[in-house]
């Protein structure tokens, strides 16, 4: 696709030129108002930085217009053309764009000027899950919570295999929560649309890497499942299951796929994890059978009681932070 166009990519063309990084200045707009003139950085109040990523900074925004609140991402052309990442931002916006889901970060569009692209999300105003598990004592969450988020998950992650998507980076700093602490799937930079071959590319963070993509192996989806098993260990134990290993020792134990499930863990959940984290992938337990797993059913039964209780501690602990910072 070229820079001029206003509606973004056609997900199945991963060569689509979503944005030209170096030609084409003028600003873009992409989103269901197509009538309206194209977006620049004038239609936004921009606010306080909400983090810095590897290749750019996040700002709250609101649009002027709407008053809506957004979460602007400000990437800069040289850096991308640098780092040799363009192909895996265009590759980012294009799936991301027409991804609609609850639990997946929606987002808007882009415009860029010479300097800078510009990417309009969603806010997640509780940010990322890995700062909320940092805030907690044994950086870990009551299972109630846990569950919650597995079923959140595993909804998006149904919702993106339907549509050819693999995601390949599951982990807690890509999964974002809103204020009523839903869970967003996000940084799709190194999903793949899948078409019926496997793949091979060696991606995501080794603490979450399935055994077949450490081995050098074709994956498919079922490696984003895995690391869901992975995911509902870390937040109920505190740390990944094969955490505090490196090189090849973590990935001869990745391998091994023994993992040892501490005595905290409750019966439920820890059938759940088993279910999951199994080395042949297609013995893992699919998507719609973990949303329906008893123990998911049993956590979810209790989040009218749990999740406001637990949204009222993040509310405390931020405050706190934000009055010690002052
Ligand atoms: P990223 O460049 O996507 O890694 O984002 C950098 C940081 O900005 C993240 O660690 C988040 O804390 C924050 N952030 C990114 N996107 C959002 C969003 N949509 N809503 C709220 N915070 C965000």
Known sequence: MSGKENTAPVIDDQKAEVISLTEDSRPQRVDQAREESCWSLDDFDVGRPLGKGKFGNVFISREKKTKRIIALKVLFKTQLLQLGVSHQLKREIEIQYHLRHPNILTLYGYFHDDKRVFVILDYASRGELFNVLQSQPGHKVNEVIAGRFVRQLANALHY????????????????????????????????????????????????????????????????????????????????????????DKLIARIKECKIYIPSVVTDGAASLINAIIKKEPQERLPLVDIMAHPWIKEMKQREDIEVPLFISTLTKSSRNNSTANQ
């Open 160 to 247: 993106c295999h339907s549509k050819g998507v693999i995601h390949r980076d599951i982990k807690p700093e890509n999964l974002l929560l809103d204020s009523k602490l839903n869970l967003k799937l996000a940084d799709f930079g190194w999903s793949v649309v899948a078409d019926h071959s496997k793949r091979h590319t060696l991606c995501g963070t080794m603490d979450y890497l399935a055994p077949e993509m450490v081995s050098n192996q074709p994956h498919d989806f079922n490696v984003d499942i895995w690391a869901i098993g992975i995911l509902l260990f870390e937040m109920l134990v505190g740390y990944a299951p094969f955490a505090n290993q490196t090189g």
